[in-house]
C-alpha cells in the first residue's frame, strides 16, 4: 500500500473510532429521548409520501415523495451492494447484525436530523431558501456557532464526492463485461478505467448541471425501478434457497458477538464495519439526507421528518439484508478472492448462472449514477454556504474532474476517504441535533395534537382544511 494511501485509511480508522460512539450513542439517546413515538406514524409517513398533503404554494423545490426519492437514490446504491460486501469481507457475517443496530437507531435519527432540516431553513447569499445541518446549526444555535457549520460544509465538499460510486461502477463493468472479453487487462487497467470516467463524466454533467430540480426529476424515475429489479433479483435467490435463511439469519447474530470471522478476530472489528458500512448506506446522522429533505414542499418540520424515517428501513433492513443473505447464501464471501462490488456480482452470477452478474451491472449502472447525481447537489450546497451560492456551480465542475480521478484510484482509497469525511461530518450534525432535539419533540407533540386528535383520525380531515387547522 503506498504512503498517502495507508495515510487515509489510517486516517479513517481514527476518525472512526471516536465518532462511532457519538453515532451509536447518539442514535441511542434519541431513539428513547423520542419514546418511539415516530415509530407509530409509519402509516401516516406513508400517507405523506403518496402526496396526501402535498401544496405546491408551501415553500421549498420538490414534493415530499421527490425529496425521498433524492435522498434514496444517494442511499440506495454502492452502500447496499459494494458495502455490505465490504462489510462481510471485513467484518464477517457479524457485521450485518451491527448494520441492523444501526439503522434501528438511524429511523430515531433521520426523523430528528430532517425534521430539524425543516424547522431552521436558511437562506443563501441569493436569497433562496436552504435546508441542511449548515443552516440548522446557524438558525438554530445562533451566529456564534457558524464556525461548526463552516466545518461541515469543509468536510462535506470531499465528503460529496463520488469516488466510491464511480470507482466501483467502473470496476464491476471492466472485471465482468471485458475482462473476460479480453478488451481489458485485470492487472494493468489504467487506460481502461480513465476513458470509462470521461464517459461517465459527459453523462453524469448532463444531468447535474441542472440542479435539483432535474436530479429530483430523474431520481424519481429512475430509483423506484431499479429498486423493483434489484429486489427481484435479490427475493428471488432468497425464495430457491429459503430453507436456509434461518440459518444465515442466526449466523449474523451469532457472528455479531465471536467476531470469528472478522479480520483479526476482534469484536470490535465486527462492530465498527457494521456501523461504518451502515452509516455509509443510509447516512443518517451524516448530514446528506437533510440536505435533501431540506428542499423539500412543506411548512410542517416534522412531516419531513418522518418522511425521512423510512429510509434506513427501506435501505439497510429490507435492501442491505437481501445482499447479505444472497452474499452468504452462494458462499463466494469463503470461496472467493473478489472485493468490493465484484463480490456481489459473483454471488448473482452463482446463484443464476449465465445471467446474474449483467442483471447487476444493470442495477449498478442505474443506482450509481442516480447517487451520483445527488452527491452533487450536496457538494453545491456546501460549497454555496462557504462562498456564496452565486459561485456554487463551481463545485460541478471540480466534481466531474473528480470523476476521472475516482475512476482509477485504488478502492481502499476510495473507502477510506469517504469513510474519514463521514466520520468529520457527523460531528456538526449530531452535535446540533442533540441540542435542538428538545424543539423537535416540542413540534411533534404539537402536531399530533392537530393531525392525530385523541378521539379522531387524520383519516376524516381533508388535507386543505388540516392546514387551516395549524
Not at 344 to 349: G, K, R, S, V
Amino acid at each position: 500500500m503506498e504512503p498517502v494511501e495507508q495515510f487515509i485509511v489510517d486516517f479513517a480508522d481514527i476518525a472512526w473510532s471516536y465518532l462511532l460512539y457519538l453515532l451509536i450513542l447518539g442514535g441511542l439517546f434519541l431513539l428513547l429521548y423520542s419514546r418511539f413515538i415516530p415509530f407509530r406514524y409509519f402509516k401516516h409517513s406513508i400517507d405523506i409520501i403518496r402526496g396526501k398533503f402535498d401544496d405546491p404554494d408551501e415553500p421549498g423545490d420538490i414534493t415530499h415523495f421527490q425529496a425521498l426519492v433524492s435522498a434514496l437514490a444517494a442511499t440506495i446504491g454502492m452502500g447496499n451492494i459494494s458495502g455490505v460486501a465490504i462489510a462481510i469481507t471485513v467484518g464477517g457475517p457479524g457485521a450485518v447484525f451491527w448494520m441492523w443496530l444501526s439503522a434501528v437507531l438511524g429511523i430515531a435519527t433521520k426523523f430528528f436530523t430532517c425534521s430539524l432540516s425543516i424547522m431552521y431553513r436558511g437562506q443563501d447569499s441569493l436569497g433562496h431558501t436552504q435546508g441542511g445541518p449548515m443552516y440548522v446549526v446557524v438558525e438554530g444555535l445562533g451566529k456564534a456557532w457558524k464556525p461548526l457549520a463552516s466545518f461541515f460544509c469543509i468536510v462535506g465538499v470531499i465528503g460529496c464526492l463520488p469516488l466510491l460510486q464511480v470507482n466501483q461502477l467502473v470496476q464491476v463493468i471492466r472485471d465482468v463485461i471485458f475482462v473476460p472479453m479480453g478488451v481489458a487487462d485485470a492487472s494493468s487497467h489504467f487506460w481502461f478505467d480513465f476513458f470509462a470516467g470521461i464517459v461517465l463524466v459527459m453523462l453524469v454533467g448532463t444531468v447535474i448541471f441542472g440542479g435539483i430540480s432535474r436530479i429530483a426529476d430523474v431520481s424519481s424515475r429512475v430509483v423506484p425501478a431499479m429498486v423493483i429489479l434489484y429486489m427481484a433479483c435479490a427475493l428471488w435467490v432468497i425464495i430457491v434457497n429459503l430453507s436456509e435463511v434461518p440459518q444465515y439469519l442466526a449466523l449474523i447474530v451469532s457472528d455479531a458477538f465471536t467476531g470469528d470471522a472478522a479480520a483479526g478476530g476482534l469484536v470490535g472489528v465486527v462492530i465498527a464495519t457494521g456501523v461504518r458500512r451502515a452509516a455509509f448506506s443510509n447516512e443518517a446522522g451524516i448530514g446528506t439526507e437533510s440536505m435533501a429533505h431540506g428542499a423539500a414542499k412543506t411548512r410542517e418540520p416534522v412531516r419531513e421528518g418522518l418522511v425521512a424515517m423510512m429510509e434506513p428501513v427501506i435501505d439497510t433492513l429490507i435492501v442491505c439484508t437481501c445482499t447479505a443473505l444472497v452474499i452468504l447464501m452462494t458462499g463466494v464471501w469463503q470461496t472467493s478472492s473478489d472485493s468490493g462490488v465484484t463480490l456481489t456480482a459473483t454471488a448473482f452470477e452463482s446463484a443464476m448462472p449465465g445471467f446474474g452478474s449483467y442483471l447487476l451491472i444493470i442495477c449498478v449502472i442505474f443506482f450509481s449514477t442516480s447517487t451520483i447525481f445527488t452527491y452533487s447537489y450536496y457538494g453545491t450546497k456546501c460549497l454555496g454556504f462557504l462562498i456564496g451560492a452565486e459561485r456554487q456551480g463551481l463545485y460541478n465542475v471540480f466534481y466531474v474532474a473528480c470523476i476521472i480521478v475516482a475512476s482509477v484510484v485504488s478502492l481502499d482509497s476510495a473507502v477510506a476517504l469517504i469513510d474519514g469525511m463521514y466520520a468529520l461530518m457527523a460531528i456538526p450534525t449530531m452535535v446540533s441535533t442533540l441540542l435542538l432535539a428538545p424543539r423537535v419533540m416540542r413540534s411533534l407533540r404539537d402536531y399530533i395534537g392537530r393531525f392525530h386528535p385523541p378521539h379522531g383520525d387524520y383519516d376524516d380531515v381533508p388535507a386543505h382544511k388540516v392546514e387551516q387547522n395549524r
